[in-house]
C-alpha cells in the first residue's frame, strides 16, 4: 500500500490529465503553470442546433458531483471513491496514467487532472473514455470537452489535446490500448496551443451501433511534472450535413425499401417525396441534365420516415434524371438504399403531330402511316396511340422519338379514319388522317372486250372476286418466242383460290391453264405463239365471292440467262459469347448459296465474316473491310459488267442507323453506308442498286433523317424503324422466308411480300418495310413498283417454279382442362417433310433482349403434327390455358421435301390481345 501512495504521489507531482467524453486534445509549448490556479474560463460549451431531442446522455460531463476518484493503472488498486462513469486509458507502450480531482474548471466545482503515473524519457499517450448506451445508429453526434495543459518545467511538452469518438462502443478490457483500437476510433483536430489556456476540443462522428465511446486523449513528454486538465464536457446531435452517397461513383443498384414516390412540378422546380415504411433514415435526392455526367446533391432531409426534397433552378427546356437516396441502419449496418432513376421534365410540350400517308388505297394492300410529333425539342419518352376503323388499337409505348408509324389493311370499301395520340409528361395532341380503300380498281373487266392492259415488267395490279361467278380479264401485250410469267399471289389475309386461263385473242382460244389444288396462287410460264395481245381470265375456284377474295396480279419476262451481277454479303457478329451467332452464319450461308445457284460465281461474292471455318469467306466484317468491298472491289467488278446488278445483303445485329459488323467498334452508320453507296453508283453509271439489311431496328436505314433512300435504290429492312427482329430455329425470320421466296422466282417484292406475310403470322410486331420510290417513306402506296420489276428468275435458275407447301386450313378442337387438339391441312405439289406447331400463351409479351441484338424466345412450346393421311396433320397437346379458353394462339409451319417453307399460318388467341414489343431508340 505504501508503495501505491508512493507511485500516485509521484505520479501527481509529473502529469495532470483531465479527459471528457470521446475525443482528444494536445498541448505542446511547455511553460510552467501552477495547476490549481484559477484562471478565466471561457464561456460555457455552445451547443449546435440538434437534428432531434438527444437520445444518449453523457454522465458526469462537467466532474462536478463530487463522486470523482483516484485511479490509476496498478492492478488491484482500489479507487478512492466510487467511479464515476469515467475510465482512465494509457496507449500501450506508453506510461500509464494517473487521475485525480482539481479545484481548476472551466464550468462548475471541479475538473480532473491527470499525469503520468511515473516521470522518464517515455511519452504519456493517455486520458478517459465514457461508453454512452442509447444513441441512434447512423445519427450524427458531437462530443466536446476543454483541456488546458500545465508543464511543470520549460523542458515538458505538449505534442497535442484531442477528443475521438468509437462508432460502435469499443471498451478496453484493460487500461491500455493497442495501436489497431486505437485507429479505430474517429479522432477529432489535434491542439498544441493549450498551454496555460483553455482549448475547446470537438469531433463528430456517426454512430454505426446503438452504443459509442468518447475518447480525450493527450499527448505529452513525462520527464518532469506535465498535468492535463479536462473540464466541461458536452454530447450532443447535429444534423448531418456530409452527403449520403459519393456519385462521383457507380450508384448502388435499385433495391427496395422506398415507397409512394410523388414527384409534383411547378415552374422551373419539383418537390419529390417519398417514405421509407417504418425504417428512419435520412434523406436525398441525386439529379442531374438527362445526358450530362454530373449529379447534383440537393440538401439532407431530416432523420425519419417520410421524405421531401424541394429542388430548385431546374430550367425550362431540359429533362431532369433523379435518384432518391435514403440512408438509415439497414439490413444490421449504416447504408444507402437507392431508387430506379427516373426523369423529370421541363422541355417544351407537344405542339402538336401529323400523320402522313396515303389518301387512296386497296383492298388487301399493306399501308403505312407516319406520326411525326413537334416541337423538335419535345419531351421524351412519346407514347403513340394509333387507332383506326376496323382496326385493333396499336400503342407503343415510351418511345424515344419524336416520329412513330404503324400499319394497316383494310378488307371492306370506303373510308377509313386514322387517329394517332402522342402523349408526354407534358400532355397530349392528336391528329386524324383518312383514306379511302376501294375495291378492285380494274371493274368492269368481266369480259375479254372489258379487258384493262397489264404491262410485262412486273407492275402488281390488285384485284378482288368481289362477286359470284366474277370474271377478272386483263391482256398482255407478247412478243413471239418471249416467255412470261404470268402470277396471281394471295395475300396472307386473302381467301382467294385463284385459276388462270390464257387466251391468243379476245374470244379465241384457250392455250394455257393453271388451277392446282395445292395452292390457292397460280404461277403459270407462257411462252408467247405470235407477237400480238393474249388475254388472261382470272376466277375463283370454287366460286365464291368478297372483298376478302384479293389477289395480286402481274406479268413479267422470263430471261434467257440469269442476270449479270455482284454481291456484298455480310454475316455480322455483336458479342463472342452471341448464342445466335450460328443463326447469322446459317442465314448469310443460305444467301450465298442462293446467289451461286443463280449463276453468280465464287469471284462475284465478297462474303464478310467471322465464321473462320468456311471456305466462302473472303474477309473479316470490319468497317475498312465493309469500305473496300463496296468503294473498291465493288466499282472494279461492275466495271466489266454495264448496266449490272449490285446487290448488298446484311445479316445480323443492329441498332438505330448503326449496323454490328465485328463488335461494338467496328460498326457502319446510315451516313457512312449512303456515301459509299454513293461512290459506287457515281462510277458505274447504270447499275441497279439493291439493299436489304435483316437486323433490329433496319427500317432506321430508311426511316432516319440520313437515309439510304434514293431514286434507282431497292432499300430493303426487315423490321421497323423501332422494332426488334427474330431468329428461328436455324436461321433468322425474315431471311428464312425472303430467301426462300426469291429461289422460287419470285421479284423482289413479291419475294418481300412473301416474307411479310411469313414474318406477320408469326411475329406481328416485326413488320418489315420496303422502300424503292426514294421518298425515305416505307411500304407507301407506290412503293413496291420498281422492287416488282427485279428479280433473279431465269431459264437457268434452278428450283424456280417450284411450289411449297400449302397450309389451306388448321385449328383447335375443343379444350378440356388444357387438353386439345391441333390439325391442319397440308398440301404440296411433292412430299411434306415436317409440320408442327408453336403455342403462344394468352396475352404473350413477346421476350425481350437488349434491343440491339436478334431475339429468340426459346420458352414457347412446340409439337409435332404427324401425318394422318390425305394432307391432314394433328397433336395432341395438354398445355393450353385453363383460365383463358381459346386464348392460346397456334403457329403452324411446314417445310417440303425440297426444303421450300410454307407460309406460317396462325389460329386461336381469340380473347388474347398480342402485346406488341416496342423498343427505344
Not at 444518449?56 to 464515476?84: C, E, K, M, Q, R
Not at 441502419?329 to 400523320?355: E, H, K, N, R, W
Request: hydrophobic share 35%; net charge negative.
Amino acid at each position: 500500500m505504501k508503495q501505491w501512495f508512493k507511485h500516485l504521489y509521484t505520479l501527481s507531482h509529473y502529469l495532470s490529465i483531465i479527459m471528457i467524453g470521446g475525443g482528444l486534445l494536445l498541448l505542446a509549448a511547455p511553460i510552467p503553470i501552477n495547476a490549481d490556479s484559477k484562471l478565466n474560463p471561457p464561456p460555457p460549451v455552445v451547443k449546435g442546433t440538434k437534428a432531434i431531442a438527444l437520445d444518449a446522455t453523457l454522465n458526469n460531463p462537467g466532474f462536478d458531483n463530487h463522486d470523482w476518484y483516484y485511479d490509476s493503472y496498478v492492478p488491484g488498486a482500489t479507487p478512492a471513491f466510487v467511479p464515476s462513469y469515467w475510465n482512465i486509458w494509457y496507449k500501450d507502450g506508453t506510461i500509464p496514467l494517473y487521475t485525480r480531482v482539481t479545484s481548476a474548471h472551466v464550468d462548475g466545482e471541479e475538473g480532473v487532472r491527470g499525469h503520468a503515473y511515473w516521470n522518464g524519457a517515455e511519452g504519456l499517450q493517455a486520458g478517459l473514455y465514457q461508453v454512452i448506451n442509447g444513441v441512434t445508429p447512423c445519427l450524427t453526434y458531437r462530443f466536446q470537452m476543454y483541456g488546458q495543459s500545465f508543464p511543470g518545467e520549460s523542458s515538458d511538452v505538449l505534442y497535442g489535446l484531442r477528443v475521438g469518438i468509437h462508432p460502435t462502443g469499443y471498451a478496453p478490457s484493460n487500461k491500455a490500448i493497442k495501436s489497431t483500437n486505437f485507429n479505430q476510433i474517429n479522432w477529432g483536430a489535434a491542439r498544441t496551443d493549450c498551454v496555460g489556456t483553455w482549448c475547446l476540443l470537438s469531433v463528430t462522428s456517426e454512430a454505426q451501433a446503438d452504443s459509442m465511446t468518447v475518447f480525450m486523449y493527450a499527448n505529452t513528454d513525462a520527464r518532469v511534472s506535465h498535468d492535463i486538465v479536462w473540464d466541461a464536457g458536452a454530447l450532443e446531435q447535429v444534423v448531418r450535413t456530409d452527403n449520403l452517397i459519393d456519385a462521383s461513383q457507380p450508384l448502388p443498384a435499385p433495391s427496395s425499401g422506398i415507397y409512394n414516390i410523388v414527384v409534383e412540378k411547378a415552374t422551373n422546380s419539383a418537390s419529390i417525396s417519398w417514405d421509407t415504411g417504418s425504417v428512419n433514415t435520412y434523406g436525398q435526392v441525386l439529379y442531374r441534365v438527362l445526358g450530362s455526367g454530373t449529379w447534383q446533391y440537393s440538401n439532407i432531409h431530416d432523420w425519419g420516415t417520410t421524405h421531401q426534397i424541394d429542388l430548385t433552378g431546374l430550367q425550362t427546356g431540359n429533362t431532369y434524371e433523379y435518384v432518391i437516396v435514403s440512408y438509415g441502419y439497414i439490413g444490421g449496418a449504416c447504408q444507402a438504399i437507392v431508387s430506379a432513376t427516373d426523369q423529370i421534365s421541363f422541355a417544351p410540350p407537344l405542339t402538336g403531330v401529323s400523320i402522313s400517308g396515303q389518301t387512296i388505297g386497296y383492298l388487301g394492300q399493306d399501308y403505312t402511316f407516319i406520326a411525326n410529333a413537334s416541337p423538335a425539342n419535345a419531351t421524351l419518352p412519346i407514347e403513340y396511340v394509333w387507332e383506326a376503323t376496323g382496326q385493333a388499337t396499336v400503342t407503343h409505348s415510351d418511345s424515344g422519338s419524336l416520329q412513330d408509324s404503324v400499319t394497316f389493311s383494310w378488307d371492306t370499301p370506303g373510308v377509313k379514319t386514322v387517329k394517332v395520340t402522342a402523349t408526354n409528361a407534358t400532355g397530349s395532341v392528336e391528329d386524324i388522317h383518312t383514306i379511302e380503300i376501294k375495291g378492285d380498281g380494274y371493274e368492269q373487266d368481266d369480259s375479254c372486250a372489258q379487258a384493262s392492259v397489264i404491262p410485262t415488267n412486273g407492275t402488281r395490279q390488285a384485284h378482288t372476286f368481289h362477286a359470284m361467278d366474277d370474271n377478272d380479264w386483263v391482256y398482255f401485250n407478247a412478243i413471239f418466242g418471249f416467255t412470261y410469267l404470268i402470277e396471281g399471289l394471295t395475300p396472307s389475309d386473302s381467301d382467294a383460290n385463284v385459276s388462270l386461263s390464257v387466251y391468243d385473242a379476245c374470244d379465241g382460244m384457250l392455250v394455257a391453264s393453271q388451277a392446282y389444288t395445292y395452292t390457292p396462287d397460280v404461277r403459270l410460264p407462257f411462252t408467247a405463239t405470235a407477237t400480238a395481245p393474249f388475254y388472261v381470265l382470272l376466277r375463283q375456284e370454287p366460286s365464291t365471292s368478297g372483298t376478302d377474295m384479293a389477289y395480286n396480279l402481274s406479268v413479267r419476262t422470263i430471261p434467257k440467262a440469269a442476270a449479270s451481277g455482284i454481291v456484298v454479303l455480310v454475316a455480322g457478329k455483336f458479342q463472342d459469347d452471341d448464342t445466335l451467332q450460328p443463326n447469322i452464319y446459317h442465314a448469310a450461308d443460305a444467301v450465298y448459296q442462293f446467289f451461286r445457284d443463280q449463276g453468280y460465281d465464287s469471284e462475284s461474292i465478297y462474303y464478310l465474316s467471322t465464321d473462320g471455318s468456311n471456305p466462302n469467306v473472303d474477309d473479316s466484317p470490319t468497317h475498312n473491310n465493309l469500305q473496300y468491298a463496296i468503294t473498291q472491289w465493288a466499282i472494279s467488278a461492275l466495271l466489266s459488267k454495264p448496266n449490272s446488278t449490285f446487290t448488298l445483303y446484311v445479316v445480323g445485329h443492329g441498332g438505330q442507323g448503326t449496323l454490328y459488323l465485328k463488335g461494338d467498334t467496328e460498326t457502319v452508320n446510315t451516313t457512312e453506308l449512303n456515301n459509299w453507296l454513293s461512290s459506287l453508283e457515281n462510277a458505274t453509271i447504270g447499275t441497279q442498286v439493291n439493299v436489304v439489311i435483316d437486323a433490329p431496328f433496319a427500317g432506321s436505314f430508311i426511316g432516319l433523317e440520313q437515309s439510304l433512300s434514293a431514286d434507282g435504290r431497292i432499300i430493303i429492312a426487315s423490321t421497323g424503324k423501332q422494332q426488334p427482329a427474330w431468329a428461328t430455329e436455324e436461321g433468322v425470320l425474315f431471311s428464312d422466308y425472303f430467301v426462300s421466296a426469291l429461289r422460287r422466282g419470285l421479284s423482289l417484292y413479291a419475294g418481300f411480300q412473301e416474307a411479310t406475310w411469313s414474318v406477320k403470322a408469326v411475329h406481328p410486331e416485326q413488320t418489315p418495310w420496303l422502300d424503292d420510290d426514294g421518298d425515305g417513306l416505307a411500304n407507301g402506296v407506290n412503293d413496291g413498283t420498281w422492287a416488282a420489276k427485279w428479280g433473279f428468275l431465269s431459264f437457268d435458275t434452278p428450283g424456280a417454279l417450284e411450289w411449297p407447301p400449302y397450309i389451306a386450313s388448321a385449328g383447335i378442337n375443343e379444350i378440356v382442362v388444357g387438353h386439345g387438339v391441333i390439325t391442319a391441312n397440308v398440301q404440296d405439289d411433292g412430299s411434306v417433310a415436317r409440320v408442327w406447331a408453336e403455342i403462344y400463351p394468352p396475352k404473350y409479351t413477346p421476350f425481350s433482349s437488349d434491343g440491339e441484338k436478334l431475339i429468340l424466345d426459346t420458352s414457347i412450346p412446340t409439337v409435332t403434327l404427324t401425318d394422318q393421311g390425305g394432307g391432314l396433320y394433328r397433336a395432341e397437346y395438354g398445355g393450353f390455358s385453363t383460365l383463358y379458353l381459346g386464348a392460346d394462339r397456334v403457329v403452324i409451319y411446314a417445310v417440303d421435301d425440297d426444303g421450300q417453307m410454307a407460309r406460317p399460318r396462325s389460329v386461336g388467341g381469340r380473347y388474347s390481345a398480342y402485346l406488341p414489343l416496342i423498343m427505344k431508340d
